[in-house]
């Protein structure tokens, strides 16, 4: 039985190939100039003439371009799935024939918005459909994917036709799970999440630890991580997915690979986390119960609100973007965006649900803003790195996504000045629940030794927060009161909270735990690692 009655299943046909057209026309009038003469001559055969079947019923379909441009009216809407499958097709050839630049990223976009309506179409139409016509309809799909985003070839399967498809399978049904990426740049750290999750908060949720290869991580290490706690496993990134246009194998390409990492876990509902982020809740309380989560299969966290004025060039790359682009809500409530202020996202939790289509796109996008190419001339130049091609891959994807109500907080210590007001002082982003309890932290478990509040700690030693804020003025600073050129960020101008009993005992035994990692294996000390450069490529 279809799931729709045959007049609607006419009206979404008719906006699917309206769409498809609508973007093929645009790109005619708007890019043509600008491709090479080869290029030219494939566009102009994958533009060729719509069926003559083709008719347009209300007489509505008509579209504006700006006022230097031809005005055309929008081929007639189809009345048939052949009528489809031919303007998907010309759109297939032309997206082959006219590949994506690594400069194009909002042209990725759009083309990810009429694929994204194919892919609703081959969810929701295939009782309409003849199996040689959803063959079809999966083939152009296939090429469309492969066009865009080459490095979801599987090494090991060059030659496979349906590597979207394929990759899509791998994901375990109803599965959820943590991925962290790991090196040992950041081990001690990693060793100190899982201590977290697994030992204190006594969630069971699987745990995959996120490598490039050996060069990175290596097979000793990658044993002792596996040993510290049951359900925890490593998974080499670069087997699954083609590693030539990515180049995550470097030593400082670990936020590079962060999204190609959750492409890659075999988990359909991902939460991402870095090693520096401590829970104090259990990390399904997020699954479960975050309503904004479950409305959109994306949601991602704010950095602090700081900064105003800054990092201009970064809102101009973002706004230029966004010239053509219809805001979504989420866009539409940003402060960083539209005020000015500096950082918008906080990386140290991406909960993402990719059994959802849209969720997928919007993670291809993100992870496609992460390859080579695009990283180097583009996004790690102009952008926060990894944390900004989050938000505006689902933004640019037409994905819907969510933020947390909130902006970052603070959790650390109480620091009283004379004639100003209390201050919660700590190099820590802290994040609430929809309830407004501490959900999570990002800055790790160790007390920065230079932080003014927090020196009595030690090098590399431990001290449990004790205060927290959030919707304050928040400032980062250089050099702390010894002056040893570290920041010491602080919070103020909101009430001052204490850590309640609860998240104290999480914390308190957290650190135990990590205490006796650090123990185990001397990760404390930090010179047997030398940390790597800022990535120049």
């Known amino acids: 039985m279809s799931l729709f009655a045959p007049s609607r299943s006419h009206h979404l046909i008719v906006l699917i190939l309206w769409l498809s057209t609508l973007f093929l026309i645009w790109q005619h009038y708007h890019g043509l100039a600008q491709l090479s003469p080869g290029q030219k001559v494939k566009a102009k055969k994958a533009l060729s003439t719509q069926p003559e079947d083709a008719q347009d019923p209300e007489g509505t379909l008509s579209i504006t371009l700006p006022a230097d441009r031809p005005q055309p009216i929008a081929p007639a809407a189809p009345n048939g799935v052949e009528a489809l499958l031919s303007s998907i097709a010309k759109s297939t050839e032309y997206f082959v024939n006219v590949p994506i630049q690594p400069s194009e990223i909002s042209q990725l976009g759009g083309r990810l918005q009429i694929l994204s309506t194919w892919l609703s179409a081959r969810e929701t139409l ?3 459909m003849s199996s040689s016509q959803i063959a079809t309809l999966d083939s152009h799909i296939e090429r469309t994917v492969i066009s865009l985003f080459p490095f979801i070839r599987h ?9 979207f498809s394929t990759l899509r399978q791998t994901f375990q049904k109803g599965s959820s799970g943590i991925v962290i990426v790991g090196d040992k740049f950041n081990l001690r750290y990693l060793c100190h999440a899982i201590q977290n999750i697994r030992t204190v908060l006594n969630s069971s949720l699987p745990i995959q630890i996120a490598h490039a290869g050996d060069r990175v991580l290596t097979p000793s290490l990658r044993r002792f991580i596996t040993s510290l706690a049951p359900n925890v496993t490593t998974i080499n990134v670069p087997t699954f997915l083609d590693p030539k ?5 470097r030593p400082d390409a670990a936020p590079a690979l962060r999204p190609f990492a959750a492409l890659a876990s075999s988990f359909e509902q991902v939460i991402l986390i870095e090693p520096k982020t401590i829970f104090l809740q259990p990390p399904t309380t ?4 975050h309503g904004a989560y479950k409305a959109t299969g994306a949601l991602l966290f704010h950095d602090h609100l700081h900064g105003k004025g800054d990092f201009k060039e970064r809102h101009e790359f973002w706004h230029g973007l966004m010239k053509n682009h219809r ?3 989420a866009l539409r409530s940003s402060r960083v965006y539209n005020e000015g202020y500096a950082e918008e996202t906080d990386g140290g939790v ?5 059994s959802r289509t849209s969720v997928m796109l919007g993670l291809l996008h993100t992870c496609w803003q992460n390859s080579k190419r695009v990283r180097k001339d583009f996004t790690y130049k ?6 900004d091609s989050w938000w505006l891959g689902f933004e640019l994807a037409g994905a819907p996504y969510a933020w947390e109500s909130r902006y970052g907080g603070t959790i650390g210590w109480l620091l009283k000045q004379e004639g100003k007001q209390d201050r919660v002082c700590g190099n820590t982003n802290l994040h609430l629940d929809e309830s407004d309890r501490p959900l999570w932290f990002s800055g790790g478990l160790v007390a920065d030794e230079t932080n003014a509040v927090g020196r009595d700690a ?3 030693g431990y001290q449990i927060p004790t205060q927290w804020m959030v919707d304050g003025v928040f400032q980062k600073r250089r050099a702390d009161l010894a002056g040893r050129g570290r920041e010491r960020d602080c919070m103020w101008g909101d009430a001052v909270r204490g850590v309640g009993t609860e998240e104290t005992r999480v914390l308190r035994e957290s650190i135990a735990a990590a205490r006796k990692v650090d123990e185990k294996s001397r990760l404390f000390d930090a010179r047997t690692y030398r940390k790597p450069q800022k990535e120049g490529v």
């Open 126 to 128: 295939p009782s309409l």
């Open 155 to 163: 090494p090991m399967q060059p030659k496979n036709a349906q590597p």
């Open 245 to 249: 246009p990515l180049d995550l194998q």
């Open 286 to 289: 997020i699954l479960e119960n």
């Open 327 to 329: 805001h979504s809500q």
């Open 350 to 354: 991406i909960v993402l649900d990719k």
């Open 382 to 387: 102009s952008g926060d790195g990894d944390r």
């Open 458 to 460: 030690g090098v590399g």
